[in-house]
């Protein structure tokens, strides 16, 4: 593997330190002294003089040395006497009458310095521009190139997502055997587009593409074909098809297509910026090249409804494939290849763990289970067990724990019987997620306390009761507050934000409303894989708008209703439950539902 070494500022001053030493050695080495004439006389008659050479103006000559080893010493001065080879022939001395070149001492003496001063510049812009290598190469792809062996990543390393890794087997098979799709005469897609959720594995699963061809591997972002300078992305783009061509057959994958391929003309400065020049010619490559030379072009995204529509005709991405959030099946599969990584492993209930964490994707998951390694060498414990796994659950969820966090005795029983009413209308209302846990240790950054409620089964359907007792739960807390305080806190404004989006997506996106009928209302569809929350433009009036807003208010107040009825008839329940949760600070749904019984047979 290449190091690579960091870039210290000792290295400029050593270099200048030892360019500043050159310099004064052969200054001090190579220096001509001027001296006046009668000094040169008395030289003469002391016997100091070497030897010298005679111009018309100028006598330059070099003394003998005081010791054996001594650097010589030159000398100048003027010429005074016409015939002066008289009396350099009385003292001996050897002379010419021409003057010793001084240029290649002079050019060593000023163009070594330069040198020094011109390599340390280049290695500067060297360090400074590591992957550039200089101006003449911007417009060279930024592409890294993997071979299989560098990758070492094979569909043994993927799970929970077999439909896609189907899909992708067939590419598999072409790279392996073009021949035999040669032979009846078929072409393979020259794009294919992994589309999904953020973690759910798309840059994962293009890996194992490439470890499963054992072919080079070209791996870039979308965001870094776009630059300032105009012309850049583009010339990128052909330097990435060329050497793709070279290293046929191979894989091109663009992850984050949708920073390059966003639809032209959408929040650009007109028809010809950077961006949508790098595009044009992402087209034109795509149509340029045979699918039969053996380069396949992979791309990832979440957001392919901004992909501009010319990207996704036929001949260009032609197939897409969904990389979706894994069912409890795919979980387990994706805990159970992430936990063979963990040395010291517990008896552990994969399927309970795989119910647990219904929603989340596979970087969730690998997050998941280092958090629980961490959490079991912190507490110093043998093996990861079941205990380790159910807290990283809710670290993820609800965020750190904060036992540190001083809360008064009169707040912390505001939490206390918030928290517990959010249980006990949950429990009392048919097909809602169970009740797991009840705690009032303080949790992230805001939350004093929380009801973990976690699913059975994946949902991939809600009836319209079925969303009417989750407003109603959402209310449970704020029902509490206002039957035993008989005031309401502030605790409650992250219920009523959700509740409040769950009773107007029934209005204007799955028409539950009886007034506004079966109408769809939400105008420009949201992006499939994106988070909820993102505004969208309006396509209805004003008069409409109004009634939605009051069809929300009445969903909402009609369930604050059913989760005051609730409270009211479970007061006993509460008043119970509290004692424990407060001695406690946590209580988990079978407790609950115990003191809920006995309640009930007592009342």
């Not at 094979?154 to 899909?167: C, I, K, L, M, N």
């Not at 194992?208 to 965001?223: D, K, L, R």
């Not at 009761?465 to 035993?484: D, F, M, P, S, V």
């Amino acid at each position: 593997m290449k190091k690579h070494h960091k870039f210290s500022i000792w290295y400029f001053i050593v270099g200048i330190w030892l360019v500043l030493i050159m310099q004064n050695y052969l200054a001090s080495s190579m220096a001509v002294r001027t001296i006046p004439y009668s000094e040169f006389v008395g030289y003469l008659e002391q016997g100091k003089v070497a030897e010298v050479a005679i111009s018309a103006n100028e006598i330059q000559g070099r003394l003998q040395p005081e010791k054996e080893g001594d650097r010589p010493q030159y000398f100048k001065t003027v010429r005074v006497e016409p015939d002066i080879s008289e009396m350099l022939n009385s003292y001996n001395i050897q002379y010419s009458g021409t003057i010793e070149s001084t240029l290649i001492r002079d050019l060593i003496s000023w163009l070594l310095p330069v040198f020094l001063f011109l390599g340390v510049w280049f290695f500067l812009m060297k360090k400074m521009m590591p992957q550039q290598q200089g101006f003449m190469a911007l417009g060279k792809s930024k592409a890294k190139i993997y071979k299989q062996e560098d990758t070492g990543i094979t569909f043994q390393d993927v799970a929970g997502v077999e439909e896609a890794q189907a899909e992708l087997e067939e590419i598999i098979d072409f790279l392996k055997n073009p021949d035999k799709f040669a032979e009846f005469g078929g072409k393979m897609p020259k794009g294919l587009l992994l589309v999904g959720p953020p973690g759910t594995g798309k840059t994962l699963l293009a890996k194992a593409v490439a470890g499963e061809s054992n072919v080079p591997f070209f791996s870039i972002s979308g965001s870094e074909f776009v630059e300032m300078f105009v012309g850049l992305g583009a010339a990128r783009v052909r330097d990435l098809f060329e050497e793709a061509k070279k290293n046929s057959p191979c894989i091109i994958f663009i992850d984050e297509l949708d920073a390059l391929g966003k639809a032209r003309g959408v929040g650009g400065y007109g028809g010809h910026d950077e961006r949508e020049q790098t595009l044009n010619q992402l087209l034109v490559e795509l149509d340029g090249f045979d699918a039969n030379i053996g380069v396949i072009l992979l791309a990832a995204t979440n957001r392919p409804e901004v992909l501009d529509p010319a990207l996704l005709r036929p001949g260009r991405f032609d197939r897409q494939v969904l990389v979706d959030r894994p069912d409890k099946d795919g979980r387990k599969k994706i805990i159970e290849l992430h936990l063979q990584k963990v040395k010291r492993v517990g008896d552990l209930d994969i399927d309970r763990l795989a119910s647990m964490t219904a929603g989340m994707v596979g970087a969730d998951l690998a997050n998941l289970v280092n958090e629980a390694t961490l959490l079991a060498v912190r507490a110093q414990k043998d093996k990861v067990e079941m205990a380790q796994f159910e807290e990283a659950v809710e670290r993820i969820v609800a965020g750190l724990e904060k036992k540190n966090r001083l809360i008064n005795p009169k707040e912390r029983k505001i939490v206390a019987y918030h928290e517990l009413g959010h249980a006990i209308v949950s429990m009392s209302l048919p097909d809602t997620d169970p009740v797991q846990k009840i705690t009032i240790v303080p949790r992230g950054i805001a939350a004093l306390g929380y009801t973990m409620q976690l699913p059975t089964e994946d949902r991939f359907l809600m009836s319209r009761t079925e969303l009417l007792n989750k407003i109603a739960t959402l209310l449970g807390g704020r029902a509490a507050e206002q039957t035993i305080f008989e005031e309401i806190s502030t605790g409650a404004h992250n219920d009523l934000a959700k509740a409040t989006d769950i009773a107007r997506s029934m209005v204007i996106e799955y028409g539950m409303s009886e007034s506004l009928g079966q109408v769809y209302l939400k105008g420009d569809a949201k992006g499939q894989f994106l988070q909820p929350g993102l505004a969208s433009r309006s396509e209805h009036s004003d008069e409409t708008s109004r009634m939605i807003d009051q069809e929300v208010r009445r969903i909402i107040d009609e369930q604050y209703k059913v989760a005051l009825i609730i409270i009211q008839e479970q007061r006993n329940t509460i008043e119970k439950a509290v004692k424990v949760l407060l001695d406690r600070e946590k209580i988990t749904g079978e407790e609950l539902r115990e003191i809920m019984n006995d309640s009930e047979k007592s009342g």
